[in-house]
């Protein structure tokens, strides 16, 4: 149990608009990093910014794609391949974010084979899940979570299930302000965890990060954190602020 080492990611989707503006929020999240206990931090920029991102880090953080295509290389203009995020330095892939589920169609096979393409290059996917509101509101949001379990890891064993960090977002806590209690995310945690039991194995489901994500604040992570089978935070709005972010790298124990 001990063995799953906290991870906050921050997602900074479209932003910022220039290579500077990413440059100096890397440099300012990556000393907030030196302060920080046993965490790990990564960061997701857009794609054209992950080098110079790396780069003002310094080593202190580790850095992420926001998505991928899954044909390696080829005619698909627009497109980035996992080999193109692993041969920079990525260590993580966001697989199925919301935004991408919704805004432009991304579909649980084309999720399926994305997180297939990421494991193949060595690199660990943040699978995304999570219910609409409303799901939500039709007390939906562990069934959902199920069935989006089932299609999108179709395929993927038990020792690669170790290296997937599983993201539970309700989308109505996305970019929203409202924050799922911790009760209520512990209670969908500890269900994706024992669903993941049942695919895999206890033993498995126990090494499986699991990481919170909706309008996580500095005001919200501490109780977020103090929860069992919250492992991580991923984190939108609050990350392209270095104070802010800071904060939630650095959350009270
Ligand atoms: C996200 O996009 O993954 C996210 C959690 O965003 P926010 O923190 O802004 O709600």
């Known amino acids: 149990?001990?063995?799953?080492?906290?991870?906050?990611?921050?997602?900074?989707?479209?932003?910022?608009?220039?290579v500077q503006e990413a440059e100096a929020l890397a440099?300012?999240?990556?000393?907030?990093?030196?302060?920080a206990?046993?965490?790990?931090v990564v960061v997701i920029p857009p794609y054209p910014f992950l080098v110079p991102v790396q780069n003002a880090a310094s080593g202190a953080l580790m850095i992420g794609g926001q998505n991928c295509y899954f044909e390696e290389k080829g005619a698909y203009t627009g497109a980035v391949s996992t080999a193109m995020l692993s041969s920079v330095?990525?260590?993580?892939?966001?697989?199925?974010?919301?935004?991408r589920r919704t805004v432009f169609r991304n579909d649980d096979n084309a999720i399926n084979r994305k997180l297939r393409a990421v494991l193949d290059h060595n690199m660990m996917p943040i699978l995304c899940i999570g219910e609409s509101k409303e799901e939500y509101d039709a007390g939906l949001n562990k069934a959902v979570c199920a069935i989006q379990?089932?299609?999108?890891?179709?395929?993927?064993?038990?020792?690669?299930?170790?290296?997937?960090?599983?993201a539970y977002e309700p989308v109505w806590a996305i970019g929203t302000g409202l924050t799922a209690t911790p009760e209520i995310a512990q209670s969908v945690h500890d269900y994706i965890r024992g669903y993941?039991?049942?695919?895999?194995?206890r033993e498995v489901a126990d090494e499986v990060i699991i990481q919170y994500g909706g309008s996580v604040t500095p005001d919200s992570v501490d109780a977020l954190m103090?929860?069992?089978d919250i492992d991580g935070a991923l984190v939108g709005g609050a990350s392209l602020d270095g104070a802010k972010f800071g904060r939630i790298i650095n959350y009270k124990k």
């Open 37 to 40: 206990g046993d965490v790990g």
């Open 149 to 166: 379990l089932s299609k999108d890891l179709k395929g993927v064993t038990g020792e690669e299930m170790k290296r997937i960090v599983v």
């Open 196 to 201: 993941l039991a049942k695919m895999y194995s």
């Open 27 to 35: 440099s300012e999240v990556a000393e907030a990093t030196k302060q």
């Open 226 to 228: 103090a929860m069992p």
């Open 89 to 99: 330095g990525c260590t993580y892939v966001l697989c199925g974010h919301s935004e």
């Open 1 to 18: 149990l001990d063995a799953r080492k906290p991870l906050i990611a921050g997602n900074w989707k479209e932003n910022p608009c220039t």
